[in-house]
T-cell receptor, first 112, second 108 residues
Framework: EPEVTQTPSHQVTQMGQEVILRCVPI?????FYWYRQILGQKVEFLVS????????KSEIFDDQFSVERPDGSNFTLKIRSTKLEDSAMYFC??????????FGSGTRLTVV | DAKTTQPTSMDCAEGRAANLPCNHS???????VYWYRQIHSQGPQYIIH???NNETNEMASLIITEDRKSSTLILPHATLRDTAVYYC?????????FGAGTRLTVKP
């Protein structure tokens, strides 16, 4: 069964550093998403991406966040200057159509 | 998107049917009902979705009341691996937004 692949599975970074989280969506999917989950809290929507542009973003997705699809296969989330409160599990998802999202297994980001 | 209300937690015996309720009394005519689950810290997993009619797939059945104000997700023969947080989401066109969900514990 096709999968959404996320790398790395765990990343530790120092506060103030830039970090890039990588995702390889399912190949024929057109819609891409990032979500995050702070430990013990609910899954929070960050951003959706379609046709090479952001289609929707939440209030969490401020200027320190950016997304990019640098080639035909990767989808990245960049956090420019990490803060302690950015520590969370980050999930990438993709969908072929409007309905069912397929999520990756996540990247656990720890900011120290 | 309409708000949903789910019980915080439920238990189910292994091998029995798990019936997870969801209230969405403010649902509008074109909003779909979606169910996802999250096992431990894994990414959420799509289960099923529906608009008006009942739906069934290899994972579960979705029963939507005639007035569409509530729905029930049915796992026909729950196993220990079905222990997870189950999310009911009502959505028209915005992206998927997760609430707190129902923590289902399947017990031997």
């Amino acid at each position: 069964e096709p999968e959404v692949t996320q790398t790395p599975s765990h990343q530790v970074t120092q506060m103030g550093q830039e970090v890039i989280l990588r995702c390889v969506p399912i190949s024929n999917h057109l819609y891409f998403y990032w979500y995050r989950q702070i430990l013990g809290q609910k899954v929070e929507f960050l951003v959706s991406f379609y046709n090479n542009e952001i289609s929707e973003k939440s209030e969490i997705f401020d200027d320190q966040f950016s997304v990019e699809r640098p080639d035909g296969s990767n989808f990245t989330l960049k956090i420019r200057s990490t803060k302690l409160e950015d520590s969370a599990m980050y999930f990438c998802a993709s969908s072929e159509d409007f309905y069912g999202y397929t999520f990756g297994s996540g990247t656990r980001l720890t900011v120290v | 998107d309409a708000k949903t209300t789910q019980p915080t937690s439920m238990d189910c015996a292994e091998g029995r049917a798990a019936n997870l309720p969801c209230n969405h009394s403010t649902i509008s005519g074109n909003e779909y009902v979606y169910w996802y689950r999250q096992i431990h810290s894994q990414g959420p997993q799509y289960i099923i979705h529906g608009l008006k009619n009942n739906e069934t797939n290899e994972m579960a059945s979705l029963i939507i009341t005639e007035d569409r104000k509530s729905s029930t997700l049915i796992l026909p023969h729950a196993t220990l691996r079905d222990t997870a947080v189950y999310y009911c989401i009502v959505r028209l066109s915005n992206d998927m937004r997760f609430g707190a969900g129902t923590r289902l514990t399947v017990k031997p």
